[in-house]
T-cell receptor
């Protein structure tokens, strides 16, 4: 596609349920990132994938958060047993070269009620 | 780890004036400094970036300067227009080069 695509664009879930967020990066981009943006805040790094290398998971806030990237393309971010503080916009970005020229999707707005 | 401070948090200017947003970073190993513009309901959009081997870069009305010694970099927007109104984020690469560490953003309002 022309840009980074994320789905769903909005997700409302009940506290305690699991959610999966999807990211389709720009074709040919080897690096993929997940960030979290809480209301009125900056972007918080969550996880980074680069090709076949082991992901950098240093930003994941708890073991309820996990992500995978299948076939070096599509990525899913999974949040288990969601809590109200997980409510935020989850942004995915991709780049051709690690750490450079990251292009963001429009994000998934997650609301935990 | 890397820490990025950004100021001001809000900035209001008249159309045609210049706007300057400043950021400081803590990790001297950072070597890549992008700026993003985020409009309401959209993802951040890369508008300009600079690497540590360059002191200044300009693209039409937008320029970025980098002072590695002082560990700060700035975004300059000249001849501002109402469509420049948005939240602007600065970022710096982490030491491993695996992530961008973002400032908390500056809300720029340009009034006509």
């Amino acid at each position: 596609g022309a840009g980074v695509s994320q789905s769903p664009s909005n997700k409302v879930t009940e506290k305690g349920k699991d959610v999966e967020l999807r990211c389709d990066p720009i074709s040919g981009h080897t690096a993929l990132y997940w960030y979290r943006q809480s209301l009125g805040q900056g972007l918080e790094f969550l996880i980074y994938f680069q090709g076949n290398s082991a992901p950098d998971k240093s930003g994941l806030p708890s073991d309820r958060f996990s992500a995978e990237r299948t076939g070096g393309s599509v990525s899913t971010l999974t949040i288990q047993r969601t809590q109200q503080e997980d409510s935020a916009v989850y942004l995915c970005a991709s780049s051709q070269t690690r750490g450079l020229d990251a292009f963001f999707g429009q994000g998934t707005r997650l609301t935990v009620v | 780890g890397e820490n990025v401070e950004q100021h001001p948090s809000t900035l209001s200017v008249q159309e045609g004036d210049s706007a300057v947003i400043k950021c400081t970073y803590s990790d001297s190993a950072s070597n890549y400094f992008p700026w993003y513009k985020q409009e309401l309901g959209k993802g951040p959009q890369l508008i300009i970036d600079i690497r540590s081997n360059v002191g200044e870069k300009k693209d039409q009305r937008i320029a970025v300067t980098l002072n590695k010694t002082a560990k700060h970099f700035s975004l300059h927007i000249t001849e501002t227009q109402p469509e420049d109104s948005a939240v602007y984020f600065c970022a710096a690469s982490n030491q491993a080069g695996t992530a961008l560490i973002f400032g908390k953003g500056t809300t720029l309002s340009v009034s006509s």
